[in-house]
């Protein structure tokens, strides 16, 4: 998965990627709700983190670090390009496959699965990020030919509605 950009909503030409300035964010999405100090115990530095509209962005040394998304006031995607937002389906497909001898009788096995874009998706209970969620897909961030120690989070709920984004990378 490329790095994918956090969008603008009302103007889709703007937006800023993991490892960019912050300043991006400020021109993509006006001023924050807040900004705070946050710690990042693995680095062990202070960087800042950004709020907007509930939605949280984490910068250390001025650059875009990770982010947490939890409600569609930011898409996500390609700038200029395909996006999509918190709120966003879950395209489902079932198959009905039958198994017997020639004329029958048949055992009919359903099999359903399940795409978002073309992202892979998993089914199956979980939390994360204080999240319970039942349909996910976890992609390794990419740039290029450069693979990077983060990934995108993608976590949907039991109706198959996107509720929670998340992305962290380190070089």
Known sequence: MDKLALISPTNKSKGIKLGE???????AFGQPNSVEDYPFETDGEMGKLYIFKGN????????LDSYHLFNNSILVGK???TTFKIGDMIKSTRKEIKNGPPGGPYQITV????????FPITAGKDTGRNITFQYSSI?????????YD??????????KK???IGASVVD
Request: aromatic content about 10%; charged content about 20%.
């Open 150 to 159: 983060g990934s995108v989070h993608l976590y949907f709920d039991s109706t």
């Open 111 to 118: 099999k359903e699965s399940h795409t978002f874009l073309d």
């Open 56 to 63: 949280k962005l984490f910068a250390l040394h001025g650059k």
């Open 79 to 81: 700038i200029n390009g």
């Open 21 to 27: 300035d912050i300043n991006k964010a400020l021109q």
């Open 162 to 164: 996107l509720v929670y």
């Open 139 to 147: 992609l390794p961030l990419i740039n290029g030919n450069i693979k």
